[in-house]
């Protein structure tokens, strides 16, 4: 392709995956890192990719992070001791996007210490899970400079059928919490809509039918009660104790700007009573059971 890139990637995991390997197959030269080296290079094998090493990292012209969370972004970006992250040996000029559900006032801090360095920084988090990454659909909140922005945009259209620029550093990570925190909302109102539905004497997908036929259709109505619930497989690629963290960064924003979100609050605390009972892999849509359970 004539608009090839060198690419870093770094976090090959259920969304990192197909998303680098969509970057990949798009023609881009990409270099791989990953906490299970060997998955790294194992997938750098199947994608003729590289991988991105104190020798490699000069080369790269744009650095994407897909990771768990702040904390891990900055450590690896930024270093645990001075000098010891990507950042301090990116070429000048070179553009740090990170993709992870990251706290968007430490990512604003981010863009900053990435300026002093000479380095740009977009912050892009995504929505959509599994199946929109493996088809490249997913929807991309890109907060930072709009002409970095266009700097790399096919690169991020790549991944995403829409990439919408949302404002300044930050912007992108606190509109991604903002939306999680909406759809969770949403979830829990939809469970227990179908499990009060249920003991009146309502079938739940008969309740389902309902929901998407009038006004309280819902991302969770259409798409996850009768292929994720109601099926039982519980698989639709997203923990729900990632959702969990981003009600509580969405909860921690609101606090941050002084808006009381009273909803949100109680949101976050059902969640992370639900997450105490769960386990690191269990899918958010298993809200279904556990709310029954908690119902009991």
């Known amino acids: 392709m004539n608009d090839a890139r060198r690419i870093g990637f770094v976090g090959l995991g259920m969304m990192g995956a197909p998303m680098a390997e ?14 299970a080296a060997d998955r790294a290079a194992s997938l750098a094998d199947q994608w003729g990719a590289k991988l991105l090493d104190d020798q490699t990292i000069g080369d790269i012209e744009i650095l994407i992070t897909m990771l768990p969370n702040s904390a891990v972004v900055e450590a690896v970006v930024l270093g645990e001791v ?11 000029g070179a553009t740090v996007i990170d993709m992870s559900s990251s706290e968007p006032i430490r990512s604003r801090a981010l ?16 929505s ?10 997913l929807a991309i909140l890109v907060g930072g400079e709009a002409t970095v922005l266009e700097e790399h945009r ?47 004497g309502i079938d739940p997908s008969v309740m389902t039918d309902v ?31 990632l959702m969990t963290k981003d009600l509580k960064i969405a909860r921690s924003l609101a606090e941050t700007v002084g808006y009381p979100m009273t909803l949100g609050r109680l949101c976050a605390d059902i969640w992370e009573e639900a997450t105490q009972r769960s386990s690191p892999t269990t899918d958010h849509t298993e809200m279904y059971l556990l709310l029954a359970a908690n119902d009991e």
């Open 22 to 35: 969509r970057l990949a197959r798009a023609g881009h030269s990409l270099y791989l890192s990953d906490a």
């Open 82 to 92: 001075a000098g010891s992250g990507w950042a301090d040996r990116l070429p000048q």
């Open 111 to 126: 863009g900053d210490a990435l300026q002093q360095r000479g380095v740009k920084y977009l912050d892009a988090p995504v």
């Open 128 to 137: 959509g899970g599994v199946k929109r990454a493996i088809e490249g659909s």
């Open 154 to 200: 096919t690169v991020l259209e790549t991944l995403g059928a829409t990439v919408l620029h949302i404002g300044d550093a930050g912007a992108g990570h606190a509109a991604k919490a903002l939306n999680n925190y909406v759809s969770a909302a949403g979830l829990v109102a939809t469970v227990e809509a179908l499990r009060t539905a249920e003991r009146f």
């Open 211 to 241: 929901l998407n036929a009038s006004s309280g259709r819902s991302n969770t109505s259409d798409n996850k009660v009768k292929q994720f619930m109601l099926s039982g497989t519980y698989a639709s690629g997203f923990a729900l104790q």
